[in-house]
């Protein structure tokens, strides 16, 4: 049996759409298990560039099964935009695309409740996607929301909707004086279900029948273990787990079925939204990193904060995702870069820390303590052999190996699939 989870390491980002569309060549199933479409997942092939938020990576592969689990927050109209846009780009989505019964869905007062909570908190915002991802598990929390299966049900769902509309309408007015516009808001989504019907399925079952018959199965985590809504840097979090346990949650999958997590690392960090970011770099360097990572939002476009890479995250991540083989990307960004700080470790007001401080503003204030490393100052782009890497970038390498105490099982050196090394005889190569 082979099931393996990919997270993100940091704050989201990472890469994981390109290592998830790399790795996909090697399994049969790709699955998604949390989030929304707040996520953007990159991948390029052939030429051609998709940004995927909802739909596993591994639907760009003809061959391969794509799940979106039941830990996924749908909007259905959003799904539906996707799947069009794959059948344009000549993607056949059909019998390929499983949909959980049980996954929440997202309604537009959500997107509008997401937004007013934003603008009320001022200075002290988020900074979320604004898709109504908050929301939307507020709803599933709080045991009102409604479900993909209640989309296949005209007459229930009209019944339910009306009762959560009416509960949204009156806090609304209460809290925002603002007033929800609903009409045709029923037909409009039954609609949806009506398209999107032929995908829906009891995907736990379907998992645990692909496992039985011996299918690989990869699951491909959203946003990152520093905005996991339990042990993130809440409240500058998003609000479901995306570290390894949201894999078994989401998609109704054992623990003791999961054979391996691998997590993915940029080599440096980035973050979108507010929140702490002890390594974060001053506008000048951020300016230069954010240019040659071209660190733009994948859907919203907006400018990633860009700082070194900090360690202390990172051994963070393996603890809470036990992560057995770090993917490092975008090592070709630092191509240009003399020389490379590392964060080992963060000081509190003169004294180190032991441990990822609970509270945000504690993390603000730590002092980030670094290793220099020396640049390699020569191409590493689209390099596929680790022995081709310069040595300066193999130390770099190296030094978060052995800091972290995890193996290095992939590097990127592009964002196209084939920029990527898998150097030989790790666990991950294993799983190939
Ligand atoms: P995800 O959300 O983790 O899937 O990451 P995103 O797709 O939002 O952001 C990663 C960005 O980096 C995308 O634009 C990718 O095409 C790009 N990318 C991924 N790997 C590499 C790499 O090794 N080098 C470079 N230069 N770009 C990369
Ligand atoms: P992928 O899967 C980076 C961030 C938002 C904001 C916070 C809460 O592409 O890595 P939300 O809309 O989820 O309520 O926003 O989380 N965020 C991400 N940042 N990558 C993502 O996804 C993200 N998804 C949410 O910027 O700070
Ligand atoms: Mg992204």
């Known amino acids: 049996m082979t099931a393996i989870v990919v997270v993100g390491a940091q704050w989201g980002d990472e890469g994981k759409g390109k290592v998830v569309d790399y790795l996909a060549g090697s399994f049969d199933y790709v699955a998604r298990c949390q989030g929304g479409h707040n996520a953007g997942h990159t991948v390029i092939f052939n030429g051609r560039r998709f940004v995927l938020q909802l739909t596993p990576c591994g639907i760009l592969r003809p061959d391969k099964q794509a799940v979106i689990g039941a830990g996924v927050v749908v909007d259905p109209a959003a799904l539906v935009a996707e799947l069009e846009q794959l059948t344009q780009a000549g993607i056949d989505v059909d019998g390929r695309l499983h949909l959980s019964n049980r996954a929440h869905l997202i309604f537009p007062y959500h997107r509008l ?7 009320a ?18 709803d599933k929390m709080a045991r009102r929301g409604l479900r993909v299966c209640d989309l296949l049900d005209p007459e229930s769902f009209r019944t339910k909707l009306a009762r959560v509309v009416k509960e949204k309408s009156a806090f609304c007015e209460a809290a925002f004086r603002e007033r929800l516009d609903t009409a045709g808001l029923a037909e409009q989504y039954l609609a949806l279900g009506e398209r999107l019907r032929g995908f829906v399925t009891d995907t736990s079952a379907l998992l645990d029948r692909a496992l039985r018959e011996g299918r690989r199965v990869l699951f491909e985590g959203a946003q990152g273990t520093m905005l996991d809504i339990d042990h993130g840097t809440y409240p500058y979090v998003t609000s479901s787990n995306a570290t390894v346990g949201g894999a078994c949650t989401g998609l109704g ?18 973050r979108v939204g507010s929140g ?71 000081s509190y007001r003169g004294t180190p820390l032991e441990e990822m401080p609970a509270e945000a503003e504690k993390l603000a204030q730590v002092q980030p303590r670094y290793r220099t490393l020396r640049g390699w100052q020569a191409a ?8 081709r890497l310069p040595q300066a970038a193999r130390d770099y390498l190296n030094f978060i190996s052995d800091e972290l105490g995890v193996e290095i099982g992939m590097i990127s050196t592009g964002p196209e699939r084939e920029a990527t090394i898998v150097p030989e005889g790790t666990r991950l190569a294993s799983w190939l």
């Open 121 to 138: 908190l001022g200075e002290a915002k988020i900074g979320t996607t604004s898709r109504g991802i908050g929301p939307a598990y507020e």
């Open 253 to 270: 999958i054992a623990p003791t079925r999961i054979t391996g997590v691998i997590g993915v690392t940029k080599a440096y960090t980035t």
């Open 276 to 346: 702490p970011f002890p390594t974060e770099m001053p506008d000048l360097e951020a300016r230069q990193v954010r240019d040659r990572g071209n660190e733009y939002g994948a859907v919203t476009g907006r400018p990633r904060r860009c700082g070194w890479l900090d360690l202390v995250i990172l051994r963070y991540a393996v603890m809470i995702n036990g992560i057995d083989s770090l993917v490092v990307t975008k090592l070709d960004v630092f191509d240009t870069q003399p020389e490379i700080q590392v964060c080992v470790g963060y």
């Open 113 to 119: 409740l997401d937004k007013l909570a934003e603008a």
């Open 380 to 387: 590493t782009s689209g390099i596929r052999e680790l022995h």
